[in-house]
């Protein structure tokens, strides 16, 4: 007799639409009841494998399982794992699948999810693989617009800063497609555009997007602002991240062209791009986007393990 198939969170598009609305009902509703889910997942482990840094991710997870009642286990960077004796990602994924119920996994390669979620016998779910996809941010950032906007369709969205290597942005668009009418304007320097397999989907789903240089110029069209860090790690030359780092950073001057609800996003970490004074500006939501991602990573790990909460 065969059981259910394990099922892992890898890309965003792994959900359906209906599933992630299903999703985020069920972050919402965890949001109004939290009391209701104390115990949903007692007697139960999160692995988190975290071979790159992250602060928001790895612990909104663990704070996701602590909230849910189960417990959690891991590694912060791969130094601290077998990873650094020359352990495979295939035979880490096979102990752990004997030690946990379910696993985050962040790693520095494109693709070692995927790796993970082919040998793992729980479900696996994609925290970052380089600068490919960032699935459960783009979870996050869905729930934080629908829930302060009221929809997934209709607006126009700036995505800015570093669309080259943020895969945070790269996940979002993908997202984004699926919804009716979503408008796309792209501002980066010519070094940090968005690559070319984006754009290229985009005008195969005939699909409109802008690009351009300019933040101010644009702004004021804008109903969300997603503004992105420049990624140190991901440059090959120090040069050229220090010639880039600054290009754009949002400050008062520049929100007073904004409209008066266009919202900010960030998935954060902020290093320069946002001026700390608009952190006190009603439209800032970077903050409140990080608490959504606790809510709809509880919903994930729910989702995952098959446990439902009347
Ligand atoms: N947004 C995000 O992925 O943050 P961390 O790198 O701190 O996890």
Redesign the pocket.
């Known amino acids: 007799m065969q059981g259910n198939p394990i099922r892992h969170l890898m890309n965003p598009l792994d959900f359906t639409v209906e599933e992630l609305d299903r999703l985020f009902d069920l972050a919402g509703d965890i949001e109004k009841n939290p009391d209701k889910y104390r115990k949903a997942c007692e007697g139960k482990k999160l692995a988190t494998c975290f071979y790159e ?6 612990l909104s997870f663990e704070a996701a399982m602590i909230n849910l009642g189960g417990e959690v286990l891991g590694f912060s960077e791969a130094s601290s794992s077998s990873a650094s004796k020359g352990e495979s990602v295939s035979d880490t994924i096979r102990v752990i699948s004997c030690y946990a119920d379910i696993c985050a996994m ?1 790693h520095p390669k494109e693709g070692a999810a995927y790796v993970a979620a082919s040998k793992s016998l729980i479900p696996v779910i994609n925290a ?1 693989d380089g600068g490919h996809q ?1 699935p459960t ?1 783009t979870l996050t950032d869905l729930l934080t617009i629908r829930s302060l906007k009221g929809s997934l369709s209709n607006f126009t969205i700036g995505l800015c800063g570093d669309l080259k290597f943020g895969r ?1 942005v790269h996940s979002l668009i993908n997202a984004l497609t699926r919804y009716d009418n979503v408008r796309f304007v792209f501002i980066s320097p010519e070094e940090l555009r968005v690559p070319d397999y984006i754009t290229d989907m985009l005008r195969n789903k005939g699909i409109a997007y802008e690009e351009v240089i300019s933040l101010e110029d644009v702004i004021d069209k804008l109903d969300i602002l997603y503004m992105t860090r420049v990624q140190r790690e991901r440059f090959f030359n120090e040069e050229d991240y220090v010639r880039l780092k600054d290009f754009y950073i949002l400050t008062k001057s520049k929100m007073d062209k904004a409209s008066s609800d266009m919202l900010i996003l960030h ?3 902020r290093v320069n791009e946002i001026s700390v004074e608009i952190d006190e500006d009603p439209r800032a939501a970077y903050f409140k986007q990080a608490q959504y991602g606790v809510y709809v990573r509880m919903a994930l790990i729910l989702t995952l393990l098959g446990i439902s909460v009347d």
């Open positions: 840094p992250s602060t928001r991710t790895r962040r970052g960032h941010q945070t998935p954060l970490p």
